[in-house]
């Protein structure tokens, strides 16, 4: 099994109910537009916290849900992603690309001064497999284009 941290709860056609640590649960919403399909986390705590909770997020959606296409608001994301001196993102999205996934992280960066931040965030969004929007629907909009 690729991973013992995380257990199903129930699974449907629709959505897929998750414990990733002992106190966080996570569902994902199918969604299709354009024939594409992307998992929307729906969680009330941060679910991606290190490399590895990512890579258990991607498998799970790609095994649960059949895509590899993630729709996450950025407040489901531990807060060192953001400081790009961390290494956390780099890790993190290194992930999603070794393993063919692709991320739209939405949300509020208006709060973040960092002009490295700003030009990442900037490159990504030319790209085909990293976003960041405001909103949820923009959010799918780009993983479905």
Same mark, same amino acid.
């Given at each position: 099994m690729w991973s013992s941290r995380i257990r199903k709860r129930q699974s449907t056609e629709t959505a897929t109910n998750l414990d990733l640590e002992a106190n966080t649960t996570v569902?994902? *919403?199918k969604t299709?537009?354009?024939g594409i399909?992307?998992?929307?986390?729906v969680a009330d705590t941060p679910?991606?916290?290190d490399a590895q909770t990512?890579?258990?997020?991607?498998m799970t959606a790609k095994y649960d849900i059949g895509t590899k296409?993630?729709?996450i608001d950025k *407040?489901?994301?531990a807060e060192d992603f953001f400081i790009l001196s961390t290494g956390l993102a780099g890790e993190i999205l290194q992930k999603f690309i070794n393993y063919g996934g692709r991320i739209a992280i939405y949300g509020d960066y208006s709060r973040y001064t960092s002009k490295p931040l700003?030009?990442?965030i900037y490159e990504s969004n030319k790209g085909k497999d990293v976003f960041f929007v405001s909103t949820e629907e923009e959010a799918i909009d780009m993983m479905t284009r």
């Open positions: 569902e994902f *919403k299709e537009k354009n399909v992307c998992a929307v986390v679910v991606i916290t990512a890579l258990d997020l991607l296409n993630i729709v *407040k489901l994301i700003k030009d990442f």
